[in-house]
Nanobody, 114 residues
Framework: VQLVESGGGLVQAGGSLRLSCTLSGFIFDEYAVSWFRQAPGKGRQGVACISSIDGSTRYEDSVQGRFTISRDNGKGTLYLQMSSLKPEDTAVYFC????????WGQGTQVTVSS
């Protein structure tokens, strides 16, 4: 299993970013997949999840209405469109299956300045 996240960066509050993640080494379209994040000094938390069956989604309360998760099964790629970013969204963002496997990628850093 290999997980490669990209698309992070530095953005001002109110701005937008689109994260991408390629997942390989398993049958992508058979798994629910999620974005997680880990802020400095905090544990890793789930942010958004998308199912394998019907593409249904769920979001952590603090990102509901601002973030949109999507997937391209043909490309084995997961996306996270983030809008109206806030300083508290600053974190390293990871993708994984849901529930997560033991293997994690390097993540991609998102920094939101006030």
């Amino acid at each position: 299993v290999q997980l490669v996240e990209s698309g992070g960066g530095l953005v001002q509050a109110g701005g937008s970013l689109r994260l991408s993640c390629t997942l390989s080494g398993f049958i992508f379209d058979e798994y629910a997949v999620s974005w997680f994040r880990q802020a400095p000094g905090k544990g890793r938390q789930g942010v958004a999840c998308i199912s394998s069956i019907d593409g249904s989604t769920r979001y952590e309360d603090s990102v509901q209405g601002r973030f949109t998760i999507s997937r391209d099964n043909g490309k084995g790629t997961l996306y996270l469109q983030m809008s109206s970013l806030k300083p508290e969204d600053t974190a390293v963002y990871f993708c994984n299956t849901d529930p997560p496997s033991r293997i994690w990628g390097q993540g991609t850093q998102v920094t939101v300045s006030s």
